[in-house]
């Protein structure tokens, strides 16, 4: 038995032994105060300035130093030093549901919500009332129980919010209604109160569907796993699964783990991670990620990742942290909003006050003119539209295996006029093979040169000196010591009492050595696309090997679709000599190559390129090229699945080595900054041609509201449309 299941046995026989205790000093035991951060899960936070305003309520409260309100993912973080107990009863107080996170909020369908229920009975009430008005009897009382029915949560909120001082919408409605109702205007009031009460059903149910796109996410790896403890299987919960535990997945089973395939041979279907379409073949050897698919053979998996430490669960850290960012745009409306308000709060108060006081017109009609002005004043519109936006893109994203760390970037790729691509591992699949061994010197074989380069290079872990080594495994290896590496020029180390070295041409120069009577030769394997690396010591060329790097089956095609997507230049970069260089520019159809690159050299190509174009993007392995990929405006790293460096440093993960992805998620971008601008004009340019109206008498109350709720609803369908695949 293990340790954790002894532990379940003996909480187990505790409770059962000491439930009667625990029962009856239950309620005399005080919730004991927590000191620090706690997260907290939120149900129903349907509007961006509502969220805004929870979290400025929270964070008045007494023993509250910080409330910061996620209102994409719903979620809240409070640093606090009074009980937990006390902030999620203020947050009911304002309307909402919260718990701590992990815990699990209890919610019915959406048609059993209780706001939901309380919109159409109130919706009931109405349309009686309106009936027996028209027939000339006395409708109020049915007025009154419509504003009571469907104004309870609302009014609710509104005092709560009075309270606090942050005057939210709730508290705006409410007051047109009373407003209504105090100048005879009943059936007004009702409606405001119905059409407010129903929109923000609605909104509440578009928001959890937006916000489902991306918890069905955390719903990829199953709770549990078969786990092997000596000799026996036994189901145990991921979350006590531990590093060198065997799991055993059955055909048609999700994994569960991050793990290395130790036994058994399947395909894995890794669409979750990666985005690619086909299943993957795996063996003895294969990494494997939690949330993929076993499609058809038994596996043996060794677990080399805790679960909260997966793959899956860093792309969830991700995504979350990135719906929290905000882009430019958003930060803008949220300025704009901030004004916004008050300002037209304090415009509704001068059009009830200054005419009749000034110029004698009727208090009664500016009073209500006012009031339809306070309706439309709430810019949950505007404040809505990007963010839901933003998150339905990177929903929309990560689950077609492309991570975008932010808004910001997202924004930002949006805006990409040109794009460098690394070449090795990028453009091409990163594994030279050798084509060619040209001994130079007579007493060299094929046998002794490729000997002689692999005892150097052994050392290396760049692609071409795995290429040189793999070429010489079936010979006799050569010790060799003291192994100096030059990055983007080659090596040297001692072999047998003499430095050999090897490395291209500009390294060979560097040290002395003369490579020009070899230049015939060496033009023809280049004119190839092949990299010539040349052999020698004591100032004595022995000979050269010419490896070659495959392309990517879907380079070419992912080139000619970025252009489709509308960038303007594509270059590539690469250490390579100008005719290697040119030969695979060629193949691809680029529009500039830069050659002979260092690192340093790629990073003053990226600046060139920014100087020339803009927005520049760079695509790379994430670590090799990490000064170009620092400068670049985003950088983007590919297949990187399983890799925490590139995770967490790249702007744009590309989770798969599927080239095809990129244009896709340019594609994304570009209509996700065009569905913002859609909905930032759309909020805006109404808000103004209804407090126009208002201003002129064209706008009664339940117009205002039909106006507002509707707005929001839009702008919400409309960025919902991002969850789509483009």
């Not at 059962?16 to 951060?37: K, R, Y």
């Not at 910001?408 to 084509?435: C, S």
């Not at 590496?485 to 080659?490: E, K, S, T, V």
């Not at 990187?640 to 790249?650: M, P």
Request: with cysteine.
């Amino acid at each position: 038995m293990s340790l954790n299941k002894f532990k379940q046995l003996n909480n187990k026989c505790t409770d059962a032994c000491c439930s009667g205790i625990h029962n009856e000093h239950e309620a005399d035991i005080a919730e004991p105060v927590q000191s620090g951060a706690t997260v907290f899960s939120l149900s129903g936070l349907d509007c961006a300035d509502c969220a805004a305003k929870l979290e400025k309520r929270i964070a008045m409260m007494k023993g509250v130093s910080a409330a910061k309100v996620n209102f994409s993912t719903s979620k809240m973080t409070v640093t606090h030093s009074v009980s937990e107990r006390d902030i999620i009863t203020t947050v009911q107080q304002a309307g909402y549901q919260a718990v701590r996170h992990g815990g699990k909020i209890i919610s019915n369908p959406w048609w059993q919500q209780p706001r939901m229920l309380a919109a159409a009975a109130s919706g009931v009430l109405l349309t009686a009332a309106l009936i027996i008005d028209r027939a000339g009897l006395n409708a109020i009382p049915l007025y009154i129980m419509v504003m009571l029915t469907g104004g309870f949560h609302v009014a609710k909120s509104g005092f709560y919010a009075l309270k606090s001082m942050t005057l939210d919408m709730n508290f705006l409605m409410i007051t047109a209604a009373l407003g209504a109702a105090a100048i005879g205007e009943w059936s007004e009031g009702a409606t405001v109160v119905f059409l407010f009460a129903f929109g923000n059903a609605l909104q509440a149910y578009t928001m959890d569907k937006t916000r489902s796109s991306i918890r069905s996410l955390m719903e990829l790896a199953p709770p549990e796993a078969l786990v092997r403890i000596n000799g026996n299987e036994i189901r145990t919960r991921v979350e006590e699964i531990s590093i060198g535990d065997t799991v055993i997945v059955k055909p048609g089973e999700r994994i569960a783990v991050d793990g290395t395939v130790s036994g058994g041979s399947s395909a894995v279907n890794q669409a979750a991670i990666t985005g690619e379409s086909m299943p993957v073949n795996k063996q003895t050897g294969d990494s494997v990620y939690a949330g993929t698919v076993n499609t058809h053979g038994a596996l043996e998996i060794t677990v080399t990742r805790k679960a909260g430490d997966s793959t899956l669960a860093k792309i969830m850290h991700s995504v979350e942290e990135a719906q929290a960012q905000k882009a430019p745009m958003q930060q803008f409306v949220d300025i704009f909003a901030k004004y916004y308000t008050p300002a037209v709060i304090l415009f509704a108060v001068l059009i009830a006050a200054v005419p009749p006081l000034f110029f004698g017109a009727e208090f009664g009609t500016w009073f209500y003119r006012a009031l339809v002005l306070l309706v439309i004043s709430c810019p949950c519109a505007l404040v809505i539209s990007t963010p839901v936006s933003i998150v339905s893109a990177i929903g929309n994203s990560s689950r077609n295996g492309v991570l975008i760390k932010g808004g910001v970037f997202m924004e930002r790729l949006g805006q990409v006029k040109a794009v460098a691509f690394d070449k090795t591992g990028t453009l091409t699949h990163g594994r030279p093979e050798i084509t060619d061994v040209l001994p130079f010197e007579p007493s060299f074989t094929a046998e002794k040169l490729l000997t002689l380069a692999a005892a150097v290079e052994r050392w290396s872990e760049h692609p071409v000196a795995k290429a040189v080594t793999a070429g010489a495994a079936d010979y006799t290896a050569l010790p060799s010591e003291n192994f100096i590496a030059f990055p983007g020029r080659g090596a040297k180390a001692d072999v047998n009492g003499q430095t050999v070295y090897v490395g291209n041409a500009r390294l060979f120069e560097e040290s002395g050595f003369n490579t020009g009577r070899y230049d015939t030769d060496v033009s023809k394997l280049e004119e190839q696309g092949k990299t010539v690396i040349f052999i020698g010591y004591a100032n004595t060329v022995c000979g050269a090997v010419a490896v070659a790097d495959t392309l990517r089956h879907n380079s070419r095609e992912a080139v000619q679709a970025l252009r489709k997507a509308g960038i303007s230049h594509i270059t590539m970069l690469t250490g390579d000599n100008s005719r290697a260089a040119a030969a695979i520019s060629s193949v691809l159809d680029t529009d500039g190559v830069y050659s002979g690159l260092l690192p340093e050299d790629k990073a003053a190509a990226v600046r060139e390129l920014k100087s020339k174009y803009g927005t520049v993007a760079m695509i790379g392995d994430g670590v090799n090229d990490a000064p170009a990929l620092a400068l670049a405006d985003i950088g983007i790293a590919m297949g990187v699945a399983g890799s925490d460096t590139a995770l967490e440093t790249a702007d744009i993960a590309l989770m798969s080595d599927e080239l095809n992805k990129l244009p896709y998620v340019i594609k994304l971008s570009r209509k996700t900054l065009a569905v913002i601008k859609q909905n930032i004009t759309f909020s805006i340019g109404l808000k103004v041609l209804f407090i126009a109206g208002t201003f002129f008498g064209f706008v009664n109350l339940w117009l205002a509201v039909l106006a507002d709720m509707g707005a929001s609803l839009i702008v919400t369908l409309n960025g919902m449309r991002l969850i789509r695949k483009i």
